[in-house]
């Protein structure tokens, strides 16, 4: 009996699995068709499997301003002072008291300065100091510009140094930005100080470093003590 082609047709469809394993060619296999293109956007970045720099260049420059997490300079803090400032965390104020040994007691003198408070940056991750010096006792009582200046000149590999009129809290000041030889590295750093006249004389505050990356870093810390200065 020969049947209809409309009733052939779905017997050969369901035979289609059946003949194939019994020798016939194997189907191709499907090809899932491309997505359709949609509005243009930019792709994302593949992620990077290299790690992260850890470099600092040498132009590195401050971070944003620093947090006052403790004062310093008044009655009862680290280092009495004829002012105060605030500091960052984890800096570490030590005052300084000089040694009767003259050799040494030099190295707690600069130009007509005497180091009074060593801020030391170590605990909070770097290398360098905040320093306060006032002038000897009996001194001759100059200017902020002119101890400044004499401070500068204290340091003998002092050199491009410039001079500005600032303030310091609420008070008239004078900074110098300089450079100085590292004796460590053999390379000039840069380095920067302020100067203020108090009842007490004239108050300089410097902040150093082993080079200028680690200078550079500080200056949120050097600027906090700038900015929140008070006479005592």
């Known amino acids: 009996m ?10 050969l469809l369901a035979a289609g699995p059946l003949l194939t394993g019994c020798g016939g060619p ?8 491309a997505p359709r293109p949609t509005s243009a956007q930019p792709s994302a970045p593949a992620p990077s499997s290299a790690a992260p720099s850890t470099a600092r260049p040498s132009s590195a420059g401050p971070s944003g301003p620093a947090v006052a997490a403790a004062s310093l300079g008044g009655r009862g803090t680290a280092c009495p002072l004829p002012v105060s400032f605030s500091l960052p965390k984890d800096w570490k104020p030590n005052a300084i008291e000089l040694p009767t040994d003259p050799d ?3 190295l707690a003198r600069r130009g007509p300065a005497v180091m009074r408070c060593e801020i030391d940056a170590k605990p909070a991750g770097l290398i360098g100091f905040l320093r306060v010096w006032t002038l000897e006792k009996g001194a001759a009582r100059p200017s902020a ?10 340091d003998e590999t002092s050199s491009a140094v410039s001079y500005r009129e600032t303030r310091a809290g609420t008070l008239p000041a004078v900074e110098a930005t300089y450079t100085v030889r590292s004796a460590l590295f053999d390379e000039d750093k840069e380095e ?7 009842p007490e004389g004239v108050v300089v505050v410097d902040l150093g470093g082993t080079d200028t990356a680690e200078h550079r870093e500080m200056l949120p810390a050097y600027e ?9």
Not at 145 to 154: M, P
């Open 192 to 198: 920067r100080a302020f100067a203020v006249t108090t």
């Open 104 to 106: 040494l007691a030099d």
């Open 26 to 33: 194997e189907p191709l296999p499907e090809v899932a068709p």
């Open 2 to 11: 020969r049947l209809p082609i409309r009733l052939l047709a779905p017997l």
């Open 224 to 232: 906090l003590a700038r900015t929140t200065l008070k006479a005592l």
């Open 145 to 154: 510009r002119a101890a400044l200046e004499a401070f500068v000149k204290g």
